[in-house]
């Protein structure tokens, strides 16, 4: 049986980190997309859930509380159109209602690729909100 590519929304995959005894939300939680080569979605599925299941951690902070980050499930799981993977090749897309499209846009130095060779101490995270 041919293989196919999936795309897999690991919210982390859904991970959420929980520090101390805190164990109301607001979370944080990270979003990850991977790409996942199986034979069919099932298996696609199957693959996900254990890389999500593999990132799951647990440490002391600095201030010595307990920071645990838990696998929470998919947000999404995706086949590819594309017969092939290379440059340039789409892996997810949504559509987003807006009154302000530039609004959607960050400038250059504010694109994680590129602020995080300008900011190699990580002091800040830059989330933006669609």
């Avoid at 164990?23 to 996900?48: F, H, M, N, P």
């Avoid at 559509?95 to 994680?112: G, H, K, W, Y």
Wanted: charge should be negative; hydrophobic fraction near 40%; charged fraction near 30%.
């Amino acid at each position: 049986m041919r293989s196919e590519w999936y795309v897999a929304k690991l919210m982390k995959l859904i991970m959420k980190c929980e520090v101390g005894d805190n164990d109301k939300g607001s979370w944080t939680c990270e979003e990850q997309v991977r790409v996942i080569l199986a034979a069919e979605g099932d298996e696609a599925y199957d693959k996900a859930i254990r890389l999500g299941a593999a990132e799951e951690i647990a440490y002391q902070n600095v201030y010595g509380e307990e920071v645990r980050c838990s696998f929470v499930g998919l947000g999404q799981l995706e086949g590819l159109t594309d017969e092939t993977i290379e440059d340039g090749t789409e892996i997810t897309s949504r559509f987003i209602e807006t009154d302000d499209p530039s609004a959607l846009v960050l400038p250059r130095e504010r694109l994680n690729a590129l602020w995080w060779k300008s900011n190699p101490h990580g002091t800040q995270f830059i989330s933006v909100s669609l």
